[in-house]
């Protein structure tokens, strides 16, 4: 872990490794990294008995107290949050189709006597708005609660459902709100919203962890974001318009197609929303006749 000085002034800024310092800091002492020798110095002067300080003289010019060293290349912390999203493991996909909106992603239950049913990474905010969240999961839970909680204060404010563009739009402004303060700490969590608006049919938005937010038709976050955008570039420009199956298969195609793997019913979660319906997780047997159908497709 980076122990340069510019980095670990504030408690709510990442290091370049997306971790932060303090939270690392916590480990046994066994396990940390030795004291830098201006620590150690420091350490030994709080050891010493406490002199009696002279009075300074009566038109003495005060010094100023040195600034602490900065770093060579200094960066927003928000960069740093995008790599705390890659922290979890996870890769997510997202794929907007002619009258729905899918979204897939890893399912990754980190110790065996923890009840599955718990670990999830896709929400409801909405009865018709649904959210896949990828990165720390702390900061998951917590962006799950404000956004539903910024959905209930509109309705009951406006009286009707707030749209999945407008809450992305808040959602985006809550955030980049962080950035601006030193003591409101960037969460390392990337979100996706997808939602039918009344309007404008199935919409698909995703928001960054700087607070920046755009519309996609497919999008993708995690660990190999980069290399599922690639595909779903190529799928989605091919077949524009899908239909409810054939956007949940491409969804899970991608995933398989980018991890290089074959899952089963309990290695991914599927949240689906189509413009009749609600948001909802698919049940492991739905999501295994997916499966079953592009295997035999295969």
Request: proline share 7%; hydrophobic share 35%.
């Amino acid at each position: 872990m980076s122990r340069d000085p510019g980095y670990d002034r504030h408690i709510s800024i990442f290091s370049p490794e997306g971790r932060l310092y303090q939270i690392g800091a916590s480990r046994p002492r066994s396990a940390r990294a030795p004291r830098s020798a201006r620590a150690r110095c420091r350490l030994a002067s709080l050891t010493l008995p406490l002199a009696r300080p002279r009075a300074p003289p009566r038109y003495a010019r005060r010094r100023r107290r040195p600034s602490p060293p900065r770093s060579p290349h200094p960066r927003p912390p928000a960069e740093y949050a995008f790599k705390a999203v890659n922290l979890s493991g996870l890769t997510s996909v997202a794929v907007r189709g002619k009258n729905c909106a899918v979204v897939v992603t890893q399912k990754k239950v980190p110790d065996k006597l923890i009840d599955p049913a718990s670990v999830t990474h896709i929400f409801k905010v909405t009865e018709k708005v649904g959210a896949l969240m990828t990165g720390l999961y702390a900061d998951c839970n917590y962006q799950v609660q404000r956004a539903r909680y910024e959905a209930q204060q509109f309705e009951s404010k406006y009286g009707y459902a707030m749209p999945v563009a407008v809450l992305a739009k808040r959602m985006a402004d809550v955030i980049q709100y962080t950035t601006q303060h030193a003591y409101g700490r960037v969460l390392g969590v990337a979100m996706i919203f997808v939602g039918v608006d009344d309007e404008k049919g199935p919409q698909c938005f995703k928001v960054d962890p700087a607070g920046h937010f755009l519309g996609y038709k497919a999008t993708a976050a995690g660990v190999k974001e980069q290399e599922a955008v690639n595909h779903l570039e190529k799928k989605v420009k091919a077949t524009p318009d899908m239909d409810d199956g054939a956007t949940v298969e491409l969804a899970i195609t991608c995933l398989q197609s980018v991890l290089a793997a074959d899952f089963r019913p309990t290695d991914i979660e599927v949240g689906f929303v189509s413009g009749t319906g609600r948001f909802a997780a698919l049940t492991e047997e739905e999501i295994e006749g997916y499966l079953t159908t592009i295997s035999e497709r295969d």
